[in-house]
């Protein structure tokens, strides 16, 4: 079974982002692999350690720093990294655009048997380019899984929904997005680690020619104001939300 898993560098959430001049400052951010595509991840490497012969291969669209999320992704237990570099992507449709092509190039005539992602970005949350993904290569989608079965003929998967679940069986090739609850994801050994260091990672430069869809023009930072105001009695209290807020 051929297993590829698409993973994106976000900022570490414990990292602190700043504004200056008008601009972010990420000076003080350290980047981190995106934590669904972790649940991503770590179910491939499951479907690998089902099945005898499986391959799991991981593509990323980001900059030179991405390689030691990289490391870790090997570490985890992904067999192969190709890692597109000078490619700068600026929304999730040119991200899906190159993925597309890069993954059909990797894999020739013959796509990959499952094709695994975050279902969103910590950073910007749009959740919109595994389903672009999906259409550009022309194979079935269900995103934000909670419950993935693969046998020998079909692939068996459920999502959450509001009051209830969705369950799918459909055949491959397939992309699935992960969502949190799919898996726990496992930790690296000191072994691992270092058995990933022996591995080579390959390097693409792609030549983009699609323009954006969406641009982004301006940052403006969040004031938090917060007022605090003491009253007498609950007649008060009625007083100030009909007089201030109008709610009756």
Known sequence: MRLAVCLCLVPDTASVVGFLDGQIDLSRVNEVMNPYDEYALEEAVRCKERFADSVVTVFTVAPASAKEMLRKALAMGADYAVHVIDTPVSDPFQTAKVLSQVISDFYKKTLPDIIFCGKQSTDFQSAQVPSML???????????????????????????????????????????????????????????????????????????????????????????????????????????????????
């Open 134 to 248: 999906a259409e550009l290569l022309d194979i079935t989608a269900v995103t934000g899984i909670t419950r993935l079965h693969v046998s020998a003929e079909t692939v068996q998967v459920e999502r959450e929904i509001e009051g209830g679940f969705e369950s799918f069986e459909l055949h491959t090739p397939a992309l699935f997005s992960a969502e949190k609850g799919l898996n726990i994801p496992r930790k690296t050994s000191i072994k691992a680690v270092m058995e990933a260091r022996k591995k080579t990672i390959e390097l693409l430069s792609f030549s983009l020619d699609e323009p954006r869809r969406v641009a982004m023009t301006q940052f403006q930072p969040f004031e938090r104001k917060k007022q605090c105001r003491f009253l007498a009695d609950e007649k008060e209290l009625v007083r100030f939300l009909h007089k201030e807020h109008a709610l009756f």
